[in-house]
């Protein structure tokens, strides 16, 4: 007699966008679920804050916890689906309850995963919990088993994403329409790309929690928040969009994570990268990843980042590997094994610059200019003076040969000190590709 394998019992905390997401994935797919998984998936509960708030899905057939970590103490839940967010508070409770249970744990929480991810990873390692965390970084791209499995035999040098959905669209908004960022920011949100607080996503942080993830992936180390120095794109101007094009690039906001013979290197910084690059295409919601890697050499990953639908997939797909009974460590390597790699420091970053200065329209001001960067070592590559500025004075814009960070912030002092100087100076880092490792 054939015995059928039983269902996958879910429990799941968090019913807002990704949720409802996921509940309408495993309702309306049901079939193609079972099919692929060899056993069927099944919501036993859910939680959320708001019990009576109509979400445009029947939650009727589900038992309801008040508290989302109560989701892992109950007999008939096999796996914790956590989708209510934050670094701490309940996620990390629920996490901490589900993979003490030595029930599986599935997120789409960067920030848990980020702060919390090696020790989650042990934890599950000793309780052979299942932790599956694919929606953390890049939503629907499936960024994460790229990493884990598809390149698993390759030594990776580096990677650039553009990972948050929210920048992305503002900065397309802002380049396309010639819109201002504050009216691009409230459609983000409308739109469900934004975090619950969207300080997060133009300050670069949510960014930098993906990039942590993603180093930990690429490099077998704990993710580490620490490690990435992050900004964000409030103080992106139209005029450098504008000026960015001329000169041959568009800005991006990337997370970077590259080996160099110094150690390990992971940032998160608006930069200028070539029009005719692939993370140069991607515009909207859309993130893509560039992973270089040795002997595959250079892969590009592209989809929805953020959103529902996108999200949603992805936290199905953990599901589905859970359901199969697919193993292995979460970060890659066993906690245990986690190397903890030398962290290059922001100002030993070696790149080239884009620059602009308003400054006032008289003679010496662009020796003034010249003298600062020979003083601090920068050496020029480009220098032209622009047209009217709207609030007096004239732009000077320059880009730079290759250049340690410390002189070009040195030279970024010596330009406050002019007289001739009128506002504080723009930089934006200019970027090329990954390299592979030599
Ligand atoms: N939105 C997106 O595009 C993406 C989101 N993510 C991540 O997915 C997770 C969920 O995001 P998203 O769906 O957008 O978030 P939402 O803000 O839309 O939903 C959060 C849900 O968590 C519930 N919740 C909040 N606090 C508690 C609590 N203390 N106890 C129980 N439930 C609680 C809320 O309840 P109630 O509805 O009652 O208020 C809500 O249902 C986050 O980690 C986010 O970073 C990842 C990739 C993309
Ligand atoms: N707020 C995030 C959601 C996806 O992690 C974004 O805009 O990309």
Redesign the pocket.
Known sequence: MTETPSSLRLGIAGLGTVGRGLVRIIEDMADLLSARAGRRIVIRAVSARTRKRDRGIDLSPYAWCDNPVDLAALDDVDAVVELIGGGDGPALALARETLGRGKAFVTAN?ALIAAHGATLAALAEKNGAPLRFEAAVA?GIPVIKALREGLAGNRVGGLYGI?????NYILTRMEEEGLAFDDVLAD?QRLG???ADPT??IDGI?TAH?TAILAALAFGCAPDMDAVPCEGIRSIAPVDIDYASELGYRIKLLGIARKTAKGLETRVYPAMVPLASPLAQVGG?L?AVVIAADPVGQTVYEGF??GEGP?ASAVAADIIDIARGLGGPPLGVPAARLETPVSIPREAHEGRFYMRLRVEDRPGVMADITAGLARAGVSIESLLQRGAALNGGVYVVLTTHMAVEAAVAEALTLFRQLDSVLESPTMIRVEGEPETPA
């Open positions: 960067k939503g990972l948050n959905g929210t920048c983000a790309y934004a975090e997060f996503d949510d993906k919601a993130n980042g953020a999200t």
